[in-house]
């Protein structure tokens, strides 16, 4: 009995110093920085179809951000002010350039969510040292360039030659003819052609290919696969709003579309060159901003970015979002974020959190991150092997990659490109008209010689 007892004791200390080892562990981890990239929230929608409904449908305009848009930011920053600085009290509750990096497409969605989120992140202290206004909001300043200029955030819309070369060919790809080829629901198909043109002599079901052709009959809109969205866009958006729809959209067609969207939209950055020219063009510069904060180069330990549903996605396909097993098109106000951790060693490892719905912004009390595992990494994964499972997809000069048309370099991509290429054709009029001019003198003098010489002859 005695010995049992000692045993029970011995083993009851040890799994108390173990406790203590893990905790003392935990409280050693250090959450250094923090990048968040999100999309915005709730907006109208951005391409009409002609003849259903008008513009006056929505406050703003189209492609605006809708009040309910603005609510579910503002919420999301109350969450992440509670979360990172309340809690982990990652930076000062008040608002210093020193602490926070915010930037943003240069798309007024994004740029109304992230002033909607960043009303709740810093809120002025009533023992605040710095000077304000008094008032519950301090403004933040929100850095963008244009949106066609920005390869960070938008590049697949950027001056990217190759990007775009590719694009072009992804609906030949195995991929996509097999999606034009996969049968649609009954009841989704009964939905569309019993307003076409065409219904008596359909037969029964229908193929995604023929489905894009009766939604172009009925919008009178060029729609195929790759730009489905056009369509689906304004019939989700106006359906989200109880705003009036043609009779054939019905929740039932609407939810298909939306899958397809989702389809479409992964696929524009599947394929090693594709997410080095998008997704590892992002991933490159939130890893830069790690590498100055572990080198204590820059101060800031929070950067926000305010983008798309298409930025999400091409950072989650570089990241490969199919071993995470995301298939739906990133909603209204869904977020990645990357951190970064020291463990109680200074060593640094990433976690990586992905915020993905848009119900829990309006129903739920806690911010819920889903956890996402690289392939052969654990969720704390060390900063090397995230830097090597990300390296293959990181573009080493992306202006140059860009400009590469299959084979040959493109010419015709960069603003000193064409600035060279111009002086070089002025120089070479400048020389060709020197040359003519020349010529032209030396025919004059040689014309002048020979009548000379003629002259001479004469005599």
Same mark, same amino acid.
């Given at each position: ?11 009851s200390?040890?799994a108390l110093?173990?406790c203590?080892a893990v905790?003392?562990?935990q409280?050693?981890?250090t959450?250094?920085?923090?990048q ?5 929230g709730?907006r109208a929608?951005?391409n009409?179809?002609?003849g ?7 406050p703003?305009?189209y492609?605006m951000?809708t009040g309910?848009g ?6 999301l920053g ?8 309340v809690?982990?009290k990652?930076v000062?509750?008040?608002?210093h ?6 930037r943003?497409?240069d798309v007024d969605?994004a +740029?109304?969510?992230?002033g909607?989120? !960043?009303?709740a992140?810093?809120i002025?202290q009533? =023992?605040? &040292?710095?000077?304000? $206004?008094?008032?519950?909001?301090v403004?933040v300043?929100v850095?963008t ?5 920005d ?7 950027a001056?990217c030659?190759?990007?775009a070369?590719?694009?072009k060919?992804?609906p030949k790809?195995q991929?996509?003819v ?5 049968e649609v629901?009954?009841n989704v198909?009964?939905?569309i052609f019993?307003h076409?043109q065409?219904s008596?002599?359909?037969k029964?079901?229908c ?6 052709d009766?939604?172009?009959e009925?919008?009178?809109m060029?729609?195929e696969l790759?730009? +489905? ?5 304004? !019939? ?7 705003? =009036?729809? &043609?009779?054939w959209a $019905? ?10 969207n989702?389809f ?6 599947n394929g090693?060159?594709?997410r080095r ?5 992002l991933?490159?510069t939130?890893?830069n901003?790690i590498e ?7 101060p ?5 970015y305010?983008?798309?549903?298409t ?5 989650l396909v570089?990241l490969?979002?199919s071993?995470f097993?995301?298939?739906?098109q ?7 974020a990357?951190?970064?951790w020291t463990?109680?060693d200074?060593?640094p490892f990433?976690r990586?959190?992905?915020q993905n719905?848009?119900d ?5 009390t806690?911010l819920?991150f889903e ?5 052969g990494?654990?969720f704390?994964?060390p900063?090397d ?6 390296g293959p997809i990181?573009?080493k000069?992306w202006?140059?990659e860009?400009?590469?048309i299959g084979?040959r370099a493109?010419t015709f ?6 600035i060279?290429?111009l002086?070089?054709?002025f120089g070479?009029?400048?020389v060709?008209v020197?040359?003519?001019v020349c010529?032209?003198q ?18």
């Amino acid at each position: 009995l005695f010995i049992i007892m000692a045993a029970m004791f011995i083993l009851s200390f040890a799994a108390l110093l173990l406790c203590k080892a893990v905790n003392s562990q935990q409280s050693g981890e250090t959450l250094e920085l923090v990048q968040l990239v999100f999309r915005h929230g709730d907006r109208a929608a951005v391409n009409p179809i002609p003849g259903v409904g008008t513009e006056g449908d929505w406050p703003l305009g189209y492609g605006m951000l809708t009040g309910r848009g603005m609510k579910q930011h503002y919420k999301l920053g109350q969450f992440l002010h509670q979360h990172y600085l309340v809690h982990h009290k990652l930076v000062d509750l008040s608002y210093h350039k020193n602490n926070t990096v915010v930037r943003s497409t240069d798309v007024d969605r994004a +740029l109304q969510s992230v002033g909607s989120q !960043l009303a709740a992140w810093f809120i002025p202290q009533s =023992d605040d &040292p710095k000077p304000h $206004t008094g008032l519950d909001w301090v403004p933040v300043p929100v850095h963008t360039v244009p949106k066609d200029d920005d390869p960070v955030l938008r590049p697949y819309s950027a001056d990217c030659p190759r990007y775009a070369e590719l694009r072009k060919q992804h609906p030949k790809r195995q991929d996509f003819v097999e999606k034009e080829q996969e049968e649609v629901p009954e009841n989704v198909c009964d939905a569309i052609f019993s307003h076409t043109q065409g219904s008596k002599e359909l037969k029964t079901g229908c193929v995604v290919s023929e489905l894009c052709d009766g939604i172009a009959e009925l919008t009178n809109m060029s729609i195929e696969l790759d730009n +489905l969205w056009k369509a689906s866009d304004a !019939l989700f958006c106006r359906l989200e709003h109880s705003l =009036d729809n &043609p009779p054939w959209a $019905t929740q039932e067609v609407v939810d298909y579309l939306y899958l397809l969207n989702s389809f479409q939209m992964y696929s524009m950055f599947n394929g090693t060159e594709e997410r080095r020219l998008t997704g590892g063009n992002l991933i490159k510069t939130l890893l830069n901003n790690i590498e100055k904060r572990i080198a204590n180069e820059e101060p800031q330990k929070l950067f926000l970015y305010s983008a798309h549903d298409t930025t999400v996605a091409m950072l989650l396909v570089a990241l490969d979002a199919s071993v995470f097993g995301l298939t739906e098109q990133p909603p209204y106000a869904s977020m990645v974020a990357l951190e970064l951790w020291t463990d109680v060693d200074g060593s640094p490892f990433i976690r990586i959190g992905y915020q993905n719905s848009t119900d829990m912004l309006n129903n739920e009390t806690v911010l819920k991150f889903e956890n996402l595992t690289l392939p052969g990494c654990s969720f704390d994964c060390p900063l090397d092997q995230f830097k090597s499972h990300t390296g293959p997809i990181i573009p080493k000069d992306w202006d140059s990659e860009c400009s590469k048309i299959g084979n040959r370099a493109s010419t015709f991509h960069t603003p000193n490109t064409m600035i060279v290429i111009l002086a070089t054709l002025f120089g070479f009029s400048i020389v060709t008209v020197g040359i003519i001019v020349c010529r032209v003198q030396i025919q004059k003098r040689r014309k002048r010689t020979y009548q000379l010489n003629e002259d001479f002859d004469l005599e």
